[in-house]
């Protein structure tokens, strides 16, 4: 209603599509929401993966306007040593795959005891990853819940290890700025995130769902600092470019 209603005024239209499940959505619902993009001026996306996605389905321009990084708030810190801290920052809901993350979080743990899991988020899944945490007896996992972005900067600087699990996905921010404070990013390859990173060159990347193989890639900077240093260190230069 929007795009027909501004087209009737006679107004310019920017129509900027940021959903990770675009490919899914587009086979669905393309013939509903191809006059939308067709009546757009500009269409605008912050990844190439969605980019391409658009043009196939709608055969239309797509100017990509990506992320960026807040440098003031995510300070590149250059770990010494990679420990088993991890982080997610990521809401609480299914597609995210907190619940797969914490499966690859009590392998690790089972390695390394003092391991240690930070969730920023909320979202309709606390309670039941919650649950998972109680009935799975994992040890040190703190719920931080809603977290200002401007307070997020401290969160990342006492964290070595970005864990991100997530089954749909566009360009997500938090990769973005784990890469710029630092942190080793490891992740499942969903979505546009193979458009962001490069696996074994600024990130370890993984099949969606893959909880094992995730552990596995935790394991395996942590038994390589050099391959985590390197992984780090590529991962913010992407990150601040």
Same mark, same amino acid.
């Given at each position: 209603?929007?795009?027909?209603?501004?087209?009737?005024?006679?107004?310019?239209?920017?129509?900027?599509?940021?959903?990770?499940?675009?490919?899914?959505?587009?086979?669905?619902?393309?013939?509903?929401?191809?006059? *939308?993009?067709?009546?757009?001026?500009? *269409?605008?996306?912050?990844?190439?993966?969605?980019?391409?996605?658009?043009?196939?389905?709608?055969?239309?321009?797509?100017? @990509?306007?990506?992320?960026? @990084?807040?440098?003031?708030?995510?300070?590149?810190?250059?770990?010494?040593?990679?420990?088993?801290?991890?982080?997610?920052?990521?809401?609480?809901?299914?597609?995210? +795959?907190? !619940?797969?993350?914490?499966?690859?979080?009590?392998?690790?743990?089972?390695?390394?005891?003092?391991?240690?899991?930070?969730?920023?988020?909320? +979202?309709?899944?606390?309670?039941?990853?919650?649950?998972? *945490?109680?009935?799975?007896?994992?040890?040190?996992?703190?719920?931080?819940?809603?977290?200002?972005?401007? !307070?997020?900067?401290?969160?990342?600087?006492?964290? &070595?290890?970005?864990?991100?699990?997530?089954?749909?996905?566009?360009?997500?921010?938090?990769? @973005?700025?784990?890469?710029?404070?630092?942190?080793?990013?490891?992740?499942?390859?969903?979505?546009?995130?193979?458009?962001?990173?490069?696996?074994?060159?600024?990130?370890?990347?993984?099949?969606?769902? &893959?909880?094992?193989?995730?552990?596995?890639?935790?394991?395996? *900077?942590?038994?390589?600092?050099?391959?985590?240093?390197?992984?780090?260190?590529?991962?913010?230069?992407?990150?601040?470019?």
């Amino acid at each position: 209603p929007a795009v027909l209603y501004a087209r009737i005024l006679g107004k310019r239209i920017v129509l900027n599509y940021r959903g990770g499940d675009a490919r899914q959505f587009f086979r669905w619902f393309g013939w509903l929401v191809k006059p *939308v993009f067709k009546l757009a001026s500009v *269409v605008t996306t912050p990844s190439e993966f969605l980019a391409q996605a658009i043009r196939e389905h709608f055969s239309v321009g797509v100017q @990509l306007v990506p992320n960026i @990084l807040d440098g003031a708030t995510f300070r590149y810190r250059q770990r010494a040593a990679l420990t088993p801290r991890m982080l997610v920052t990521r809401h609480l809901s299914k597609i995210y +795959g907190v !619940d797969v993350a914490l499966q690859a979080f009590r392998s690790v743990q089972s390695h390394y005891p003092d391991a240690s899991l930070w969730i920023v988020g909320t +979202g309709s899944q606390e309670q039941y990853l919650r649950g998972l *945490v109680s009935a799975w007896n994992l040890r040190n996992v703190r719920f931080l819940g809603y977290v200002a972005h401007d !307070d997020l900067g401290a969160i990342y600087e006492q964290c &070595d290890i970005l864990l991100n699990a997530s089954f749909v996905d566009n360009f997500p921010g938090s990769l @973005l700025e784990g890469s710029g404070a630092g942190l080793v990013v490891v992740s499942t390859a969903a979505g546009g995130i193979p458009f962001m990173f490069q696996h074994e060159k600024n990130a370890l990347l993984v099949e969606p769902g &893959d909880w094992n193989g995730l552990a596995a890639a935790v394991e395996r *900077v942590l038994q390589s600092p050099s391959l985590g240093a390197t992984l780090a260190r590529e991962a913010a230069e992407l990150a601040q470019g």
